[in-house]
């Protein structure tokens, strides 16, 4: 007797359709499963062997072979033990039904209950495309899995009711399809609570519209790490494709909310700067997403910027440039998407009062340059804004004067972020931040006083050529926020103001 029960194997974020191919013949009883498979799929052998028991059904007194097909890639985890389960029921004749295309994904206990696993949603976006129609999938994971279009998912709390469900005796209901609400925030951070710093305001205000990364240098307790907390309150909507991308990394990790199964608010990764390099791009015998991977389309926040390592540091040169990030194992190579927001706060020098108006900086000039120049070159030119964050001044804290709030500024922000949509629509461009050269002067077109002006600074500052193209981005972000189609002279000089801070720190 044989039979062949569909399932889903992921590797990464690289979901592929694996077929649990069953044999049930006369000779020795065993039980053999087959297929590269690691210890995990090797182990469930006992495991369905209890589930079988617990469900009071015999297993088969005859030699069992269980082949994963493709044979020759390997499967990792437990998600195979419901299809293998299936398989076995098919090959005895306690299933009779038509399940070529049909999917089952879930660990089997020792009991019979089905246990959720990670990364469901990837798993069942490319059962959808493999033709498959409908899928049975963990009760717990169920919901994620209904944000998949044009498949009908079963969530299953043990194999009983598998049994029920194909012999017709409790038919299992399928899961409620995922809505997509409006979003409600309730952020218990405001940029209301923020007294003064109107500059930084703004330069946020300009780094969220357009995903631009952003570098804030001051003193102890001028507000960097409160300022950049805010952030994320004044971010643009989600996309429904932006949704899903973040929802499938964090599927993989498995910190999806069963409540909430779809991420519609922006990550804010905040690391310690203690992470490893690994930590940040991630790593593991399977690579798992790192910190880079799991900011996707957010903001990852880097406090104190110079006690990172510096192997950390330069690890993120080249995703920032890719929005990908490429891990190689010897069990395989996997890509990881990492388009985030850069956000990074750092002291002008150790003591942290290097240019305060009134404290005196105690660090020695060696010290100083030691300190600011863990920052890399390279590194410092992928900030498109720079801001220094001054102290706040006594009138403004005691000012009984309210505040704008982040829900004004993000109406803002939201306006130009849907000019952006609609410039760059039916391309993989986003926002501004992400604008390619090869259309840069399509998309930025310069009067010819602002480009008289940028001609200035370039010479005078001795600018390389990524910082010209990111002065032209921030300045076709400035030009949005004003409405502006064409890039004139004022959004230029606003560009340049937030690019200088390199020049006043590093060539001291």
Sequence with gaps: MFAKINSMGLFGLNAFAVQAETEVSRGTPCFDIVGLGDTAVKESRERIRAAFRSAELKFPLARVIVNLAPADTKKTGSVHDLAIFVSILKATGEITDDLDRTAFIGEVSLNGDVRPVNGVLPMVLCAQREGFDTVFVPAENAYEASVAEGVTVYGVENVREILGHFSR??????????????????DTVDFADVKGQQTVKKAMEYAAAGGHNLLMIGPPGSGKSMLAKR??????????????????????????????????????????HTISAAGLSGGGGVPRPGEISLAHNGILFLDELPEFSRQALEILRQPLEDKQVTISRASGTVTYPCSFMLVAAMNPCPCGYFGHPTRKCICGQKQARAYINKISGPLLDRFDIQVEVAPVEYSHLSSKTKEESSAAIRERVQRAREIQQERFKGTDIICNAGITSDILHEVCPVTESANELLKGVFEKMGL???????????????????????IDRPHIAKAVQFRSLDRKYWNE
Aim: glycine share 2%; charged share 30%.
């Design 464 to 486: 390389s050529a990524r910082a010209y193209d990111r002065i032209l981005k921030v300045s076709r972000t400035v030009a949005d926020m004003d409405g502006s189609e064409v």
């Design 231 to 272: 952030l994320s309150t004044i971010m643009p909507a989600m996309t429904f494709r932006e949704s899903v991308e973040t929802t499938n990394i964090h599927s993989v990790c498995g910190i999806v909310s069963r409540e909430e199964p779809l991420v519609v608010r922006r990550p804010f990764r905040s690391p310690h």
């Design 169 to 186: 005796e409790a038919v299992l209901i399928p899961q409620k399809k995922y809505e997509v609400l409006p979003e409600e925030r309730f």
